[in-house]
């Protein structure tokens, strides 16, 4: 039996739990892609006599491509949300009136406030420490004995969910959002 043959034979036998191990990871309409991604970069392999453990190889791949498409969603998170809070504090640095602005930002940080208090403990501790004391991620790693990574990941989580929750507040308190808030969300693609 060749080496393909085995490489074939391993990754049929493990499908199923390629998409345990791989739904752990990423969204559920994403599992399939990255099951079948594994097995096209299996099937990429020019020199597969160094790989012992065929079984290993596709679950350490499949788990690979799974992180590597989490980090990448992160990264458009992080990314969408620093250009919509740029795009915000631009549209408020035009506003007139004062005190509107000094309750609109009291009510605000109220609403952030509660956000924040919302968020899973670990999560909590982590999004204050990066957004509210300026620590790196490293710093906050070594601190609560994290990997960079699950700091990364929670950092993400509480922008993504601060945000939400500030989102739905601004909807109940104007009835639907307001023209800035949907220029800089990207209109109603949410």
């Known amino acids: 039996m060749t080496k393909d043959t085995l490489f074939y034979k391993a990754y049929l036998a493990s499908r199923k739990g390629l998409s345990n191990v791989v739904a752990r990871i990423v969204p559920p309409h994403e ?5 079948q991604e594994t097995y096209v970069r299996i099937c990429q392999i020019k020199n597969t006599e160094n790989i012992c453990s065929p079984k290993s190889f596709i679950y350490k791949t ?15 998170l992080v990314d969408s949300i620093d250009n919509m809070e740029a795009l915000e504090q631009l549209l408020t640095e035009h506003q007139k009136d004062e005190m509107y602005e000094n309750a609109l930002t009291d009510c605000e940080f109220s609403n952030f406030c509660e956000a924040v208090r919302l968020l899973p403990v670990q999560c909590r501790k982590v999004f204050v420490l990066k957004k509210v004391y300026g620590y790196s991620q490293r710093e906050i790693a070594a601190q609560l004995n994290l990997s960079e990574s699950t700091v990364e990941k929670h950092i993400a989580t509480g ?8 989102r739905q507040s601004e909807k109940s308190v104007y009835g639907k959002p307001n023209s800035s808030s949907q220029k800089s969300a990207g209109g109603s693609h949410e």
């Open 31 to 35: 599992i399939e892609d990255i099951v």
């Open 159 to 166: 922008v993504k969910r601060c945000t939400q929750f500030m």
């Open 62 to 76: 499949a788990r690979n491509l799974a992180l590597d498409y989490q980090k990448q969603a992160n990264i458009r």
